[in-house]
């Protein structure tokens, strides 16, 4: 009798190989946007990123730093309370290449114009690798501009802020050959509200102040430094607070425990509480909105930039499963309804990518004293934040039931992770409404913001589709400029119709025809804005071999 009969049900038939091995960085839209402006120069390293991203060893440290969750330590063996927060190794690997590659501070010491838009196409390859330790990667960029309103204390510590050194541990930062920075705002009464903290400075009489309170979100309390509002006695303000004091004691910042979250999972967020923390103020005093303000603007690109990479992930995960996988007798993506939903993600896709690297250009050049860009950024910015990061669980949703049953289970494929990671973006910086209401005061606050969207926009008139969203769009910014407060109701569809005129102006303009013509098509001509969901739901006459082909992992070489 034989043991050795193979039985047909134990054969493995008409599975997908892994997406392993590939060069994120090979993405049409995210190169010709990289050039256009002004990064061109950084193609090689961005290339030398995308590699890495895809590598299957990066994919097992992103596995690793997510199931190894991080671990709060709140004393050591003899009772001293340490407040520190154990990493997986592979955190720790995520975090050193992305700051020897320049993803933080970097680019505000590289004078090279288009250093930011470099450091922009980077984000977003490698937080294709695994997006949690973006986070204290993110705030870190964010807290050089605002650190800037105090010169003495930029002096200090931007150079250790933007230097390409990953030096984890809380030792004194001057001592250090790399700091990371976080940001504390959030209370338990609110995080949308923040004038309403109740964390209380109290000048100490040497210059510092001594704070006392608490914050219900503080991510990274790992990071050397944090920006943290409190109420000084001219009214909120926002000070810099060190975790190790420099003679070497440890600050009075007390780590109360972590978030147990749905996504994010690598990355600790943490609620904390002062008792006497020694900070000292950032710009003005009572003016610490205004301050931190400059962070949050940063930190809202990063969110654009993160959730669009995180759309173009979901879309080429989608796309190559949908490529291999057969059913019916024809590769998935050859049936009609699957190549609609694959070429509609692309879409969402190529548009996300391009506005978001439009608006890098955008921060590069502001950053350099433009005023248009500025302008353009004050008003683009919010409404492609919101817009966007509403997006991003959408199709992720979508990608992951292209891989059926599979996109559902966790050592399949990436898919569960982004799901679980996609809402984020649009909760922190401003969740959707408080993001939209600040379109709305872009509008009423900064009158050059309004002009310089339309200029924008009108850079595209040449096509009609454009020109007549345009000629919407102006009608809708003036009524609602004009009505003022009173356009609070609309202020996501306002939101919303911003980003999509822009998007479809940017891809009329710079993307090719098949792209530009679904899009408009899909998105302008359907209700004003934004496509019918779900998706898949395309017209016919499109080019979609074209605009699918475009949606491709070619293997790093
Ligand atoms: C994983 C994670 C990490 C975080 N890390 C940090 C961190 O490091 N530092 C930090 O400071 N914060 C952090 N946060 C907090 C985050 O910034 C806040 O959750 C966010 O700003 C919203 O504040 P809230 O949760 O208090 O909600 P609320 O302010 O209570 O808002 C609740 C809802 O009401 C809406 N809303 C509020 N006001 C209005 C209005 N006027 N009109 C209409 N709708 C309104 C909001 O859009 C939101 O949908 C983190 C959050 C998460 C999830």
Redesign the pocket.
């Known amino acids: 009798m034989t043991t050795s009969r193979r039985y047909p049900t134990h054969e493995v038939l008409n599975q997908v190989s892994p997406l392993a091995g590939y060069n994120v960085a090979d993405d049409a839209a995210l190169l010709d946007g990289l050039r256009r402006e002004g990064g061109g120069w950084a193609e090689a390293e961005v290339h030398d990123l995308g590699a890495l991203a895809g590598a299957p060893a990066t994919q097992d440290h992103a596995r690793l730093a997510n199931v190894h969750k991080p671990v709060l330590r709140t004393h050591d063996s003899r009772g001293y309370r340490v407040d520190e927060v154990d990493f997986h190794p592979s955190w720790h690997y995520l975090m050193s290449t992305a700051v020897s590659h320049g993803l933080h501070a970097a680019p505000w010491a590289d004078d090279r114009p288009g250093a930011h838009v470099a450091r922009a196409a980077k984000f977003m390859v490698w937080t294709q690798a695994e997006a949690g330790h973006g986070c204290p990667v993110s705030?870190t960029y964010a807290s050089v501009p605002a650190l800037r309103q105090e010169p003495g204390l930029a002096a200090s510590y931007e150079p250790l802020l933007t230097a390409p050194v990953y030096d984890p541990g809380l030792r004194i930062p001057q001592t250090k050959a790399g700091l990371l920075a976080?940001?504390?705002?959030?209370e338990k009464q609110?995080?949308?509200?923040v004038r309403a903290n109740t964390t209380m400075a109290t000048p100490a009489g040497d210059g510092s102040y001594l704070l006392t309170g608490h914050?219900w979100?503080?991510?990274?309390p790992m990071c050397d430094l944090f920006l943290v509002l409190a109420q000084a006695p001219e009214g909120l303000t926002c000070f810099l607070l060190p975790r190790v004091l420099p003679d070497g004691s440890r600050n009075a910042m007390y780590i109360q425990r972590l978030?147990d979250?749905l996504g994010?999972t690598s990355n600790a967020?943490s609620e904390v509480e002062y008792e006497h923390a020694v900070a000292w103020r950032v710009g003005e005093p009572g003016r610490g909105v205004r301050t931190i303000i400059n962070m949050v603007s940063a930190t809202r690109l990063d969110c654009v930039l993160g959730s669009a990479a995180a759309i173009r992930q979901a879309t080429v995960v989608a796309a190559s499963y949908a490529r291999e996988r057969q059913s019916f007798g024809a590769a998935l993506i050859d049936h009609q309804a699957m190549t609609g939903v694959i070429a509609d993600l692309a879409l969402e896709s190529e548009a996300a990518t391009t506005l978001a690297l439009r608006l890098a250009g955008a921060a590069d050049r502001s950053a350099r004293g433009d005023a248009a860009e500025a302008a353009l950024l004050r008003i683009a910015l919010p409404a492609a934040k919101y817009w966007i990061c509403k997006r991003t669980p959408l199709v992720t949703a979508e990608a992951l039931e292209c891989l059926g049953g599979n996109g559902y289970v966790e050592d399949y494929s990436v898919m569960p992770r982004l799901l679980r990671d996609a809402p984020?973006n649009s909760?922190?910086?401003?969740?959707?409404?408080?993001t939209a209401?600040d379109v709305l005061r872009a509008l009423t606050r900064t009158p050059d913001a309004a002009d310089a969207l339309l200029a924008e926009v009108d850079m595209a008139a040449s096509d009609q589709r454009v020109a007549a969203a345009a000629t919407r769009l102006r009608s809708v910014l003036k009524e609602a400029a004009a009505a003022g407060q009173a356009a609070q109701r609309d202020v996501r569809r306002l939101a919303g119709q911003i980003t999509v005129t822009l998007q479809a102006a940017l891809l009329a303009r710079h993307g090719p025809g098949s792209v530009a013509g679904a899009f408009a098509a899909t998105r302008l001509e359907q209700g004003g804005y934004g496509p019918a969901t779900p998706f898949g739901s395309l017209p016919a006459g499109l080019d979609l071999p074209s605009i699918v082909a475009r949606a491709a992992a070619t293997p790093a070489g």
């Open positions: 705030m976080g940001m504390a705002m959030t609110g995080g949308s509200d914050k979100f503080c991510s990274a978030k979250k994010n967020s984020v909760i922190w910086e401003g969740s959707g409404n408080v209401l």
